[in-house]
């Protein structure tokens, strides 16, 4: 059932046509993280995914982070460090599947960058590779499940391609979330996103854009804020100043977002 139109927030996003890969700017999550990302991980295979885990393998709340396109499996590890020591959920960061160039994507976009350029509006189209995407990353919550963890304790968050991805997923798993998180993502698959909101509850959604973000431009993100008030998705967008990035402010909300909503009451 959808919540009250009184319950959403304000809050919106833009699609991914940059050329070059997503940078996640690891350079502000400071050198403890560093050393957490460096250290031997615990790495496994959920879902079809092979993931990354910091925290504490017990505990009863989880943030599921999915990183950009064009970056290494990797590459939001030390973020998910400094969520899971400030939270105390365990942190899971699956890699894409598809290599590209030096990094990894969740799907080609290749042929959306022609389509984008040629002047199309592609807010209603499924990038092909989206579903497949997104099952698997239903696979690492299953996972989750079948360890203890309830989904309504786990937060499913991501940057960039890795945003929008996590939209997908988590507006159609089969049970409903913690919360969603969109690090300057956008607003595609209008109508797919649509019915899966009419399925059944949708949790909180926290996105963060950057106003001066020249790969998914702010105007845009406001167009995912504006669909999601329509379909009556509780938002909250947290504009900052900068590009496509995940600067302090960012990483604070997203911190207190999962804190607020798995972290404290699972305990």
């Not at 499924?126 to 786990?154: F, K, M, N, Y």
């Not at 698959?189 to 431009?217: F, N």
């Not at 804020?225 to 509780?234: A, I, T």
């Amino acid at each position: 059932m959808r919540l009250s139109r009184e319950a959403a927030a304000c809050v919106s996003c833009l699609w991914l046509i940059a050329c070059t890969p997503d940078s996640a700017p690891a350079s502000g999550a400071g050198a403890q993280d560093s050393q957490d990302s460096t250290r031997p991980g615990r790495t496994d295979s959920w879902g079809g995914l092979s993931v990354e885990r910091r925290g504490d393998e017990d505990a009863d709340c989880a943030l599921v982070l999915l990183h950009g396109y064009g970056a290494p499996g990797d590459d939001l590890v030390p973020l998910g460090s400094t969520v899971a020591r400030a939270s105390g959920c365990l942190a899971v960061m699956p890699a894409a599947p598809e290599p590209v160039g030096s990094g990894r994507q969740w799907w080609s976009l290749d042929d959306w960058r022609r389509r984008r350029a040629a002047g199309e509006d592609l807010s209603d189209e499924v990038p092909e590779g989206l579903a497949d995407a997104s099952r698997r990353v239903q696979g690492v919550i299953r996972t989750l499940s079948a360890r203890g963890v309830d989904s309504e304790h786990i937060v499913l968050a991501g940057f960039s391609q890795g945003a929008m991805l996590a939209l997908d997923a988590g507006l159609s798993s089969e049970r409903p979330l913690g919360g969603i998180v969109v690090l300057s993502g956008t607003l595609i698959a209008r109508s797919r996103w649509a019915a899966a909101i009419g399925r059944g509850e949708t949790p909180p959604v926290l996105m963060t854009h950057g106003r001066s973000d020249s790969l998914l431009t702010f105007d845009r993100a406001d167009a995912l804020r504006r669909f999601l008030v329509e379909e009556e998705v509780p938002v909250t967008l947290v504009p900052f100043a900068g590009g496509h990035a995940i600067p302090a402010v960012a990483r604070e909300r997203l911190i207190g977002f999962v804190r607020a909503r798995v972290g404290d009451r699972a305990g």
